[in-house]
C-alpha cells in the first residue's frame, strides 16, 4: 500500500501561542464522513471528527514551532518547520504528502502542495481539522496560564479586544515579539 499523508498547519496569524501542524494518513477501508476545511466547521462538529479521525486514521501526529522560534526564523518557516514535525512523527512513513497551500517543507518523501486543499482534499481536512482543535484546546488552557488576555475566546489572533489587553497588560511569553502589534509596544517609549 502506498501511504499519501495530509498535511496542514493552523496559526500562522495570531499574536500569540505556537503555530500547529497536523499530519494525516486516512484508512482507504474506514472512511470518515464530513470532512472540510476547520474553519467551516462548528466548534463541536470539527471536535467530533477529530476523534473520529484519531481513532479510523491509520497514522496521524502533531508538530509545532514555539514563538520563541517563530520570532527566530518568521512565520513562513516556522509553519514549514511545524509540518516536517508533523511528518516526521508519523508512526507510518508516507510515500507522498499532501501540502494544504502553495509551499511544502521538506519532508522524507515527495510532496505536493495544494491551493485551498484543506476544502477539497479530505485527508488534507483531516490534518486541518486535527491541528485546529490541537490548538484551540492548546489556547484554552494558554487562557488560564495568562488570565486577562482572552486566549480562549480569540485564540491569539489581533482582535480588538486582545490588542486592547497587550496595551493594558503588557507582553507575555507566549507573546510573538515580531509581529507588528507586539513589537510596537515592546519598542515604545
Not at 496559526?11 to 470518515?32: C, F, H, K, T
Not at 520570532?71 to 512513513?93: C, E, K, P, T, Y
Request: aromatic share 4%; charged share 25%; glycine share 8%.
Amino acid at each position: 500500500m502506498i501511504y499519501v499523508a495530509g498535511v496542514d498547519e493552523v496559526g500562522r496569524g495570531p499574536l500569540a501561542g505556537a503555530v500547529v501542524a497536523a499530519a494525516v494518513i486516512l484508512d482507504p477501508e474506514n472512511p470518515i464522513a464530513g470532512l472540510a476545511d476547520s474553519k467551516r466547521l462548528s466548534e463541536s462538529r470539527r471536535t467530533a471528527l477529530a476523534d473520529e479521525i484519531r481513532e479510523k486514521a491509520l497514522a496521524w501526529a502533531l508538530g509545532r514551532a514555539e514563538a520563541d522560534e517563530i520570532d527566530r526564523i518568521n512565520i513562513l518557516q516556522a509553519s514549514l518547520l511545524a509540518m516536517r514535525r508533523a511528518v516526521g512523527a508519523l508512526s507510518i512513513v508516507p510515500a507522498h504528502a499532501l501540502v494544504d497551500g502553495n509551499r511544502c517543507p521538506q519532508l522524507p518523501c515527495t510532496a505536493e502542495a495544494v491551493v485551498g486543499g484543506d476544502a477539497s482534499v479530505p485527508v488534507i481536512s483531516a490534518a486541518s481539522i486535527l491541528a485546529k482543535v490541537a490548538r484551540d484546546r492548546e489556547m484554552v488552557a494558554l487562557d488560564k496560564q495568562y488570565p486577562g488576555y482572552g486566549l480562549a475566546r480569540h485564540k491569539g489572533y489581533p482582535t480588538k479586544a486582545h490588542l486592547e489587553a497587550l496595551e493594558r497588560l503588557g507582553v507575555s511569553p507566549i507573546h510573538r515579539r515580531s509581529f507588528g502589534p507586539v513589537r510596537r509596544l515592546i519598542e515604545a517609549p
